[in-house]
């Protein structure tokens, strides 16, 4: 089942409001559906969730339950399509520890919510694969919070919120009598029946109980059979020590990569929100591969839309299939250098495949903004344009594959005229301010895919993939009638205007290596120079 359709068992019945509904009919469609969530959507599109868990804080808080809804609604909403698997929005649930996940169509409009509870009840055949029993499921979990018969229902909503849970036993000489649920606390607000009045008035009995030998799918057959999200678990005594929710059989369902966590990284998502860099969980599933889960500061950095979209939504299609046919091949890929608008990243990661059903596995991705120090790497600190180093080598790269797919390239080398006597009689200050205005004007007026450097000094680089020596001469004309033409101001109010010289050389007509080409430009250059300087020399 972990294959089934998300639209083939997604609720869609009574479990959204518009925009403008309130607290008090948020509560009244939660409490009628029993599903404990209500969607708040606009224009068929939702903006807003809220969960029964909220309404018990809202409450508790005081709050006016005739307030707007979406004031209190969840605004980062985790999404997925309809068309996904199952297994796919457990992998979501259960890296995001949510209980419930929206459902929309391919424009975004509201479908349904799968829950939990809906989950566990389409998965029972994959919990019967299992040989857990319920005290495996326990080991790991918080000691019991519960509360005895004389406390109120605000001493129960107290120890839920405060533990985050989502119900509380109420225990007579260490048994379990009753319990408080979200759903019970719900119904009170309801009916508007005081906080203070006694909590086991309004419990749930009797309790539905599990002992710690029993089997997971006892557990499994009990909540689907009784329609119930939770079990109390007792021990032979029937003393209680534990709950147990559909989010902990999900997770134990998926408890490959939980292993896989604690084995590889050493690390708990915790632990991970505490790290400097940035990290991503990827599932590889069989529609491709997508972000299900990140961590505080990549979410800081890029926002909660990231989750359930693909990863080629963060880095281009072309990068990413060389870094997964990396990671598939070896398990591992290290030091990769991604660009994504103004930044550049260097990932590395882990592919581990997974035993389980639910995806072919998964891929742990740690992101290192690296942008400031391929800045003082790779780019000239006054005008911020690439520096010499970087030009050298980038050239040397694009000269290979202009040979190997048989493609030209031009390149132009500018220095100022009289830049000398320029800072002889203004000052090097005035020199400064030169420069960098005819970098601005040079980027202004290339191509995205041209690259402009300062080479040293006065000189400048730049390199046209893909043109042959006519186009460049037209380009680098444009550079240079649009720099005589610029008036550039100075510090002491006064204006200059300023000229260049140019030389161009073009692969493969003057030369087939970086040096010579380079070598070809200068000599041109310095015979526009002779020639009266303010022109590009191309021949």
């Known amino acids: ?18 925009e403008g509904a309130t607290l008090k009919q948020a509560i009244d469609l939660m409490e009628s559906n029993g599903k404990g969530v209500v969607v708040i959507l606009k224009d068929a599109i939702p903006i807003g969730i809220l969960t029964e868990r909220d309404i018990v804080e809202i409450v508790y808080s005081g709050t006016d339950i005739n307030s707007p809804a979406i004031k209190y609604a969840t605004k980062n909403l985790i999404t997925t399509h309809e068309t996904k698997a199952i297994g796919y929005a457990l992998n979501l649930i259960v890296s995001n520890n949510i209980r419930r996940i929206i459902v929309v169509d391919k424009s975004g409009s509201f479908i349904g919510v799968i829950t939990q509870q809906d989950m566990v009840k389409h ?33 129960a909503i107290k120890k839920m919120i405060e533990n985050k849970v989502s119900a509380v036993p109420i225990l007579k000489d260490s048994k379990a009598v009753g319990i408080i649920t979200e759903k019970d606390i ?12 006694l909590a086991s008035e309004f419990m749930s009995h009797p309790v539905i109980t599990v002992r710690l030998d029993e089997p997971v799918t006892h557990a499994v057959e009990i ?5 119930i999200r939770r079990v109390v678990v007792v021990n032979s005594n029937s003393t209680a020590v534990a709950i147990v929710t559909h989010r902990d059989l999900l997770r134990n369902l998926e408890s490959t990569y939980t292993e896989f966590i604690e084995r590889k990284l050493k690390h708990t998502k915790d632990i991970l929100n505490f790290l400097p860099e940035m990290v991503m969980e ?15 500061r990549a979410l800081n950095r890029f926002g909660m839309t990231i989750i359930n979209k693909p990863i080629t939504d963060f880095i281009p299609s072309d990068k990413w299939a060389i870094i997964y046919g990396t990671l598939c091949k070896l398990g591992r890929a290290e030091n990769i250098k ?14 581990i495949k997974t035993e389980a059903d639910l995806c072919a596995g998964k891929i742990q991705l740690i992101i290192r903004d690296i942008t400031d120090e391929v800045r003082l790497y790779t780019t000239d600190p006054l005008t911020g344009l690439y520096n010499r180093r970087f030009l050298n080598e980038f050239l040397h790269k694009e000269l290979e594959l202009s040979k190997r797919y048989h493609r030209q390239l031009s390149l132009a080398i500018a220095d100022i005229d009289d830049f000398k006597k320029l800072n002889d009689t203004y000052g090097h200050v005035a020199g400064d301010v030169v420069l960098k205005a005819i970098a601005k004007t040079m980027l202004k007026n290339v191509r995205d895919s041209d690259v402009v450097s300062r080479y040293g000094g006065e000189e400048f ?6 043109i042959g020596k006519e186009t460049a001469l037209k380009a680098i004309e444009r550079i ?25 050389a073009s692969y493969p007509d003057d030369a087939d290596s970086s040096v010579d080409l380079l070598i070809a430009a200068d000599d041109r250059l310095y015979k526009a120079k002779r020639e009266g300087k303010n022109r590009t020399i191309y021949s």
């Open 461 to 466: 680089v730049i390199v046209m993939s893909e």
């Open 338 to 351: 991604v660009k994504k608008d103004d930044f550049i990243y260097e990932l590395s990661g882990f592919f």
């Open 480 to 504: 240079r009638e649009a720099i005589s033409q610029e008036k550039i101001s100075l510090f002491d109010g006064s204006s200059i205007s300023i000229t260049i010289s140019s030389g161009i």
């Open 186 to 197: 719900l119904k009170v607000v309801k009916n508007g029946i005081s906080l203070n009045s």
């Open 1 to 18: 089942m972990i294959g089934l359709c998300l639209k083939d068992i997604v609720c869609r019945k009574d479990i959204c409001l518009n």
């Open 223 to 227: 909540m689907n059979t009784k329609n």
């Open 282 to 296: 990827i599932i590889d599933a069989e529609e491709g591969q997508a972000i299900i889960w990140a961590n505080e």
């Open 123 to 155: 998965l029972e055949d994959d919990f019967y694969r299992s040989t857990l029993k319920i005290r495996h499921v326990i080991e790991k979990m918080q000691p019991l919070i519960y509360i005895d018969q004389d406390s109120s229902l605000n001493d």
